[in-house]
C-alpha cells in the first residue's frame, strides 16, 4: 500500500498530514499528487468522500512552498462552485500549511469585498474563490491572474449544473496557458466537461477512483411510495410521513440531513419540524453567509440534530459522521441522489438513505435507478400502523396506499441492472426485502398507476428553475 512518505510530499506537509491523523493516502490521493507534483495537468473523477480535496491541496502546498505572491498577483487558484465547499478547501489548506508560510485569502459571495481586497492587495500564494465573485474582483480591476502556476477546477459538474462553465472559460482565459498547471476534479464527465477539459487541459494524468455515479455499498436506501389523500395537502401529509419516517428510525438516526428540491420547502420543512419539537435548521443560498455558517458549525459539532438543505447548499460539504440522509423530494436530477446520499455512509462508517417518492416523481426515480443502476428498495410507509391521535396533528392523516408503481412492466426490463445481490432494505422487515428484490421502476408508464406523462411542469431540474443571478447569488 501506497505510505504518505511515498509521495514526494514537502516534509513539512507530511508532519501537518501526521497530526492530522490520516495513516495513507486515499486512492485518489496516491493517484494523483505524483503526477500533480510532476508538474503535469491531473483530470480527477472523483467524488466527495474519497479525500480528492487533499488530493489537490497537499501537492499544491508542496509546489508553493518556494517562492512569494506579489501584490494582487496570486500564484494559485482553487475555483469551487458553493461557498460552502470553498471554505471546506480552505480549511483544509489550514490544517496542511500548519508549518509553511502560505498566504490565502477566501472570496465567496456574501462577505465584504473590503476586506477581501486588502488580502488581494497584499498579495496571496492560494486564493479560493466561487466564480461569481471572482469574476467581479476581476472586473473591478484588482486582480490579475496571469501569474497563477496552479489553478484547480473542483465539482465541475456541479458547476455545470449552475450555469458556471462560461464563467469558467472566461477565468481560464485570464490566466498563462503557457505557465500554468491545472488539476481538475469533476463526479462525472458530462459531454460539456469533457469539452473544457479538451480544450483547458494539456495532456492530463487521469485518474478515476469510483464507477461514474455509484453509490456507496454502506449507505442502506430505500424509497416510500407516498400518495397524499388531497392534492392540497400533499405538503403537510410529506412532513408528517417524514417525521414518522425519522421517528421509525429510532435511536439509530443520530442525526440527519433532510433535502428539498425548493429552497421555500428547505424553510418550511425546517420550520415545521421545530414547530414538532425537533432540532432542525434551514440551509440554502437565501440565507446569509454568517446564519448559514453558524448552522453548519451547529450541525457538525453535533448541537444541531437536522440540517434541512437544498442541494446547492450542501453539495459537497464534508460532515464526517452523518448517520441519515432524507430525501423530502425526488431529486429531478438523477445525479443529486449520488450526491444527496454521498453525505452520509463517509470515511467507512454506515449510512442510510431514505426518500419519499410521490406519483409524480415515479419517472425521476426511474432515471436515478437507471443511473445507480440498482432498483431502490421500497419501504413501508410507517403511517400505515400510526394512531390517529397524534397531538396537534399538521393534517389529517395521509391516506394509506400502495406503490402505485409497478416494477415489472416490460419496459423496466430495459433498464434492469445487472446485479449479483439484491440489496438490503432500510428497515430490515420480511415484507420489504421481497418488495426490494424488485426491477428498477418503469420510465414513463402512460399515465397509468398515478406515473403521468408530464412536461417540464413540476420536473424542472432546480438548476434550471433559478436565473442565471440567483444560481450565481447561490454560489
Ligand atoms: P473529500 O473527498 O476531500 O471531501 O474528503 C472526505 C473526507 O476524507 C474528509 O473528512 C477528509 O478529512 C477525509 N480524508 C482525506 N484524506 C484522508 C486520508 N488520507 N485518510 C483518511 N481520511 C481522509
Known sequence: ????????????????????????????????????????????????????????????????????ARARMPRSLVLCPTRELAAQVAENFDTYTKYVNLTKALLIGGVSFGEQDKLIDKGVDVLIATPGRLLDHFERGKLILSDVK?????????????????????????????????????????????????????????????????T???????????????????????????????DAEGEKCTNAIIFCNRKSDVDIVAKSLKKYGYDAAPIHGDLDQSQRTRTLDGFRAGDLRFLVASDVAARGLDIPAVSHVFNFDVPSHAEDYVHRIGRTGRAGRDGAAIMICVPRDEKNLADIELLVQKPIPLIENPLKTATSDEPEAEVAPAEEKQPSRSRRSSTAKKAEPKRDAAPKPVAAEEENSQKANRKPSARGKNGKNGGEVIGMGDHLPSFIALSFEERRAES
Open 150 to 214: 496552479v489553478m484547480v477546477v473542483d465539482e465541475a459538474d456541479r458547476m455545470l449544473d449552475m450555469g458556471f462553465i462560461p464563467d469558467i472559460e472566461k477565468i481560464f482565459g485570464f490566466t498563462n496557458p503557457l505557465t500554468r498547471q491545472t488539476l481538475f476534479f469533476s463526479a462525472t464527465m458530462a459531454p460539456e466537461i469533457e469539452r473544457i477539459t479538451n480544450t483547458f487541459l494539456s495532456n492530463p494524468f487521469r485518474v478515476e477512483v469510483a464507477r461514474q455515479a455509484t
Open 1 to 68: 500500500m501506497t505510505k504518505f512518505t511515498d509521495l514526494n510530499l514537502n516534509p513539512k506537509v507530511l508532519k501537518a498530514i501526521n497530526e492530522a491523523g490520516y495513516e495513507s493516502p486515499t486512492p485518489i490521493q496516491a493517484d494523483a499528487i505524483p503526477p500533480a507534483l510532476e508538474g503535469r495537468d491531473v483530470l480527477g473523477i472523483a467524488q466527495t468522500g474519497t479525500g480528492k480535496t487533499a488530493g489537490f491541496v497537499l501537492p499544491m502546498i508542496t509546489l508553493l512552498a518556494r517562492g512569494r
Open 216 to 246: 456507496g455499498e454502506n449507505i442502506k436506501q430505500g424509497v416510500v411510495m407516498f400518495t397524499a389523500s388531497r392534492k392540497d395537502r400533499e405538503g403537510s401529509e410529506k412532513r408528517k410521513l417524514l417525521r414518522a419516517l425519522i
